[in-house]
């Protein structure tokens, strides 16, 4: 019954910004855990970024210091703003959210939103 809508992706120079938002409606509880993973062709998924219920936050080492998440509770929203990106940035990027109690298997997902970054 959950939905996560994702928007903010895009084509972008190398150097260029995107910010990313994902906002969670439905029967959802209490939110664990929020953020990003990302897929490119030929890869497997992989963490981008997470924050949880606290504030703690997490992210992959090839974007720490460019990309920053975000939150806003009331809302139910995530954001990822992404700074000085690169080419191998380029994937489709997935919302993710996690309920409180839950396993990271019963995660609801975002249809997923295209980042290109290319000169």
């Known amino acids: 019954q959950v939905q996560l809508v994702e928007s903010g992706g895009g084509l972008v120079q190398p150097g260029g910004s995107l910010r990313l938002s994902c906002a969670a409606s439905g029967s959802i509880f209490s939110i664990y855990a929020m953020g990003w993973y990302r897929q490119a062709p030929g890869k497997q998924r992989e963490l981008v970024a997470g924050i949880r219920s606290g504030g703690s936050t997490n992210y992959a080492d090839s974007v720490k210091g460019r990309f920053t998440i975000s939150r806003d509770n009331a809302k139910n929203t995530v954001y990822l703003q992404m700074n000085s990106l690169k080419p191998e940035d380029t994937a489709v990027y997935y919302c993710?959210?996690?309920?409180?109690?839950?396993?990271?298997?019963?995660?609801?997902w975002g249809q997923g939103t295209q980042v290109t970054v290319s000169s």
């Open positions: 993710y959210v996690q309920e409180l109690s839950h396993p990271p298997s019963d995660a609801y």
